[in-house]
């Protein structure tokens, strides 16, 4: 099983709509982290939580919340899904040093 | 404005030769930095990392050079395989930062 899980894999959605993408991990990580990934852009950071009531902003956070609910869960959401949120998630988790771990990430279209 | 940037959307190399993956940084605050690895339908993996202190970090036939005055890193496959084609994403982080910039990848296709 994988260490770091999110679900769903895939998931289309009509703009407008509110959708959750959710995070759990095995590996007792306390650092979570949402990145998004399109093409040409690479891994951009979304929000990220260093203990389970830390919750900070990365560089692209307009349009979506997160919650922390345990150290092993945090849940990405969008309020209300448009186009351009079409894009891979990924989840991920670090330690005590710099090295992150990323989930299989979570394929999103809205339409 | 990307603070780590990888000028080459792509790179094909013969199996068994070299493959070279560039990757610039702005951020002087920036002191630890990793490459990872990403096949199609999966989560990017860690490959090889390099502290500031450090310019050469070797793990296999992976390479990682750190030049610090030209705020310039790169990874060399020696030799390259075809299991080696995948997007390589390098990224930095500053000191007790624990968040990674990113760059837009490396496609790597390895022809046989």
């Known amino acids: 099983d994988a260490d770091v899980t999110q679900t769903p894999r895939n998931r289309i959605t009509k703009t407008g709509k509110r959708i959750m993408l959710e995070c759990s991990q095995t590996?007792?990580?306390?650092?979570m982290y949402w990145y998004r990934q399109d093409p040409g852009l690479g891994l951009r950071l979304i929000y990220y939580?260093?203990?389970?009531?830390?919750?900070n902003k990365g560089e692209i956070s307009d349009g979506y919340s997160v919650s922390r609910q345990a150290q092993a869960k945090f849940s990405l959401s969008l309020e209300s899904a448009i186009p351009n949120q079409t894009a891979l998630y990924f989840c991920?988790?670090?330690?005590?040093?710099?090295?992150?771990?990323f989930g299989e990430g979570s394929w999103l279209t809205v339409v | 404005d990307q603070q780590v940037k990888q000028n080459s959307p792509s790179l094909s190399v013969q199996e068994g030769r070299i493959s070279i993956l560039n990757c610039d940084y702005t951020n002087s605050m920036f002191d630890y930095f990793l490459w990872y690895k990403k096949y199609p339908a999966e989560g990017p993996t860690f490959l090889i990392s390099i502290s500031s202190i450090k310019d050469k970090n070797e793990d296999g036939r992976f390479t990682v050079f750190l030049n610090k005055s030209a705020k310039h890193l790169s990874l060399h496959i020696v030799p390259s395989q075809p299991g080696d084609s995948a997007v390589y994403f390098c990224a930095a982080s500053g000191v007790y930062d624990y968040k990674l910039s990113f760059g837009a990848g490396t496609t790597v296709t390895v022809r046989a």
């Open positions: 991920a988790t670090s330690g005590s040093g710099n090295t992150i771990y």
């Open positions: 590996k007792g990580h306390d650092r």
């Open positions: 939580s260093f203990d389970v009531k830390d919750i």
